[in-house]
């Protein structure tokens, strides 16, 4: 199939989900991204349970801290998209993942964050105490549709309580419908807007005055 057959056939598939108005304008988005430099992402912030019930439909999955050797091991797994060096150095910034598992098999993870967090090679996020950032979330493809990733995630919520945290806050690319979609079912809300325009490797960070407020950004960091 052609380039062109398969975006007209994803252009298909998104009208029949989305409609028009939504799947054009996710289109547009997505091509101001990659051509223009303009990234601009929906920020979503929610309060973090003590006891979540955990949404997946598959049974005997555990959740755990994955331990920092078990992250490094891994990295060397090609279906968790994990590289060594960004494993590494997030552990030494005192990053952590949490993990859901079907006996040894490392099923879904996501990584927290107590300081900030890489977004691409030079921009970063941070977010001021009391919320906390989550990044990098993954599900092996086997286990997806599962609902593993909403569960993981509250997991960890519970875990960043112990910290201090009480709130959390992500974001989510402005033409990503599915992501957004799935943010209304985790009781998440939207406060804003943030993002950062990129000529040509000179970075021009934004965010609207509520995301402003509880200290989210992006920002550079070579």
Known sequence: MSIVATKLAKLKVDLNR??????????????????????IHVVRTCSLAANPPYPTTLPDITYRLI?????????????????????????ARGDF??????????????????TSARHTDDVWVRVNKPYA????????SGYRGN??????????????????YTHRAGFVAI?????????KHMASKVIGYAGYLDLFGRYFPFR???VKNIGFEFFVNR
């Open 67 to 91: 331990k920092a050797e078990e992250l490094v091991h891994a990295s060397s797994d090609p279906d968790l998209g994990l590289r060594r060096d960004i494993v590494e150095a997030a552990i």
């Open 147 to 164: 609902r593993l990733m909403p569960s993981v995630l509250l997991f960890s919520d519970r875990e960043m309580l112990k910290h201090g």
């Open 18 to 39: 989305w409609g028009w108005h939504r799947s054009l304008f996710s289109h547009v988005a997505s091509f101001a991204a990659r051509h223009l430099g303009i990234h």
């Open 208 to 210: 609207t005055q509520a």
């Open 133 to 140: 950032y989550a990044y990098k979330s993954f599900t092996r």
């Open 97 to 114: 993942a949490f993990g859901a598992f079907d006996g040894s098999v490392l099923a879904a993870y996501v990584w927290r964050t107590l």
């Open 175 to 183: 033409y990503n419908l599915p992501s957004l979609a799935a943010g």
